[in-house]
């Protein structure tokens, strides 16, 4: 089982690595033209850097499965073993992201007040949410929301990979709706308002609780899903 996890985990590493370094090479490249430019001029910029990750981590869990799952079990890797070790590898991810988000921010708002630029502001997620946050609550929103999206993201992948894009199709359907219907959006809606009124140690354990009940899911899907994922 170690000798399958550290291949796993490499194998997904490599993977990982490669997107993260074009992701945030684009990112940061995108916040310093921005002040750059703005810093000529009179205009308004507001930057939410928490938003393109969330959407890149839902887009790399996603097609994670497909280009992974049939690659590690050709290897020789059993389900177990991948659905495990993609549980770990995804949490660290998200450690990994918000960490360097937490980074390139404190960076970017110090060379902005240096400057003085009063037109450019940069913002967390976090900052929507709670009432002046700290670095440290910067740091935990963004590595659990992305836990969580990845979580989602890759029960997606693994659903489209066992029963193909009409599978994948009826499920966002089926989510959509469940959004619009008031007896399942209104629980959704006081969840999210808990986040600046409740306990921060539970509405975050929560979302990690039930995004490692996400990945196990996934095992409905994997564990007798062929190499060769549906089209």
Request: hydrophobic share 60%.
């Amino acid at each position: 089982m170690k000798g399958q996890f550290a291949a796993i985990s490499y194998s997904l590493y490599v993977e990982l690595k490669y997107l993260m370094i074009r992701f945030w090479t684009i990112l940061l490249a995108f916040v310093v033209v921005d002040i750059l430019v703005f810093s000529q001029v009179n205009e308004h910029l507001l930057l939410v850097t928490s938003m393109p990750q969330y959407i890149f981590s839902g887009i790399v869990s996603f097609i994670i499965i497909r280009k992974s799952f049939s690659f590690c079990l050709k290897l020789g890797a059993t389900r177990k073993a991948y659905l495990l070790t993609m549980t770990c590898v995804f949490a660290l991810f998200a450690i990994v992201m918000s960490l360097i988000n937490v980074v390139i921010m404190s960076i970017s708002i110090k060379v902005i007040n240096s400057l003085n630029l009063m037109n450019v502001q940069l913002y967390y997620a976090s900052d929507f949410i709670f009432h002046d946050p700290t670095i440290a609550i910067h740091f935990l929103t963004d590595a659990v929301f992305i836990f969580f999206i990845t979580a989602a993201a890759c029960l997606l992948g693994s659903i489209v990979y066992k029963f193909g894009q009409t599978g994948g199709m009826i499920t966002g359907a089926v989510l959509i709706l469940l959004f619009t219907i008031p007896v399942t959006k209104e629980p959704v809606i006081h969840f999210i308002k808990s986040f600046s009124n409740g306990s921060l140690l539970l509405t975050f354990g929560t979302m990690v609780i039930v995004s490692f009940l996400l990945f196990l899911i996934n095992w409905l899907f994997l564990k007798k899903a062929s190499p060769v994922h549906q089209a």
